[in-house]
């Protein structure tokens, strides 16, 4: 009787291990989702900008005349949703909010 128990015991622990697993499964699916949505978000200072505004080509040339400051080392000045964002190029972390002209 004791095997028996001992034996269900073993096998309901051993189950209960696999939990976690489809949880987090279920979890990266939905992270997954969510992800094309990132760029409608509100950014605020010390966020992480979307990777695609950390590229050369996004940059905003023309700074001065948008009567915005010059941007740090290795940062760069980028259009984002009407708004100009002053975005780090190593790290994407944004670093101004400017509204512009």
């Given at each position: 009787?004791?095997?028996?128990?001992?034996?269900?015991?073993?096998?309901?622990?051993?189950?209960?291990?696999?939990?976690?697993?489809?949880?987090?499964?279920?979890?990266?699916?939905q992270e997954s989702i969510k992800?094309?949505?990132?760029?409608?978000?509100?950014?605020e200072v010390g966020d992480k900008?979307?990777?695609?505004?950390?590229?050369?080509?996004?940059?905003?040339?023309?700074?001065?005349?948008?009567?915005?400051?010059?941007?740090?080392?290795?940062?760069?000045?980028?259009?984002?949703?009407?708004?100009?964002?002053?975005?780090?190029?190593?790290?994407?972390?944004?670093?101004?909010?400017?509204?512009?002209?």
């Open positions: 009787m004791k095997a028996n128990s001992l034996l269900c015991a073993l096998l309901f622990t051993g189950s209960l291990a696999g939990l976690p697993v489809v949880a987090h499964a279920a979890e990266s699916t992800a094309p949505d990132t760029h409608n978000r509100e950014l900008a979307p990777d695609q505004y950390k590229r050369k080509e996004e940059a905003v040339q023309d700074w001065k005349a948008k009567g915005l400051p010059e941007p740090e080392k290795e940062s760069q000045w980028v259009k984002m949703g009407g708004r100009y964002v002053l975005v780090q190029v190593t790290n994407g972390v944004v670093l101004a909010i400017h509204s512009g002209k």
